[in-house]
């Protein structure tokens, strides 16, 4: 398993913007297809964003189409979720997953239980 760290989160206002990065441990970084969840409290861990092994494929909820974008640099082992025009609704801990897979085109998963390692989170509030 790889070992994760986020970092970004914050307060922002309505309409803001913010950059969550994700950093990985070892060497193997781009073996893992990389995703982002959400979770508001009392609701369930939700999928917001994946991307695939080499960066090519990403895949958003419809909730932050056209709003965030998903990234990484595998020569620093990183993943990151550039956040704009937010939303109060988007307040939620933001949580970077990885799931180690073959190169596939069958690559997207948005299920929780599909990623083997989890950081800790990063809280983002929005304020209206």
């Known amino acids: 398993q790889v070992q994760l760290v986020e970092s970004g989160g914050g307060l922002v206002q309505a309409g803001g913007s913010l950059r969550l990065s994700c950093a990985a441990s070892?060497?193997?970084?781009?073996?893992?297809?990389m995703g982002w969840f959400r979770q508001a409290p009392g609701k369930e861990r939700d999928f917001v964003t994946a991307i695939s092994w080499s960066g090519v494929s990403t895949s958003y909820a419809d909730s932050v189409k056209g709003r965030f974008t998903i990234s990484r640099d595998n020569a620093k082992n990183t993943v990151y979720l550039q956040m704009k025009s937010l939303k109060p609704e988007d307040t939620a801990v933001y949580y970077c997953?990885?799931?180690?897979?073959?190169?596939?085109?069958?690559?997207?998963?948005?299920?929780?239980?599909?990623?083997?390692?989890w950081g800790r989170g990063t809280q983002v509030t929005v304020s209206s």
């Open positions: 997953a990885a799931r180690s897979a073959p190169p596939s085109s069958n690559w997207l998963r948005t299920s929780p239980r599909e990623y083997d390692s």
């Open positions: 070892g060497n193997t970084f781009s073996r893992y297809v």
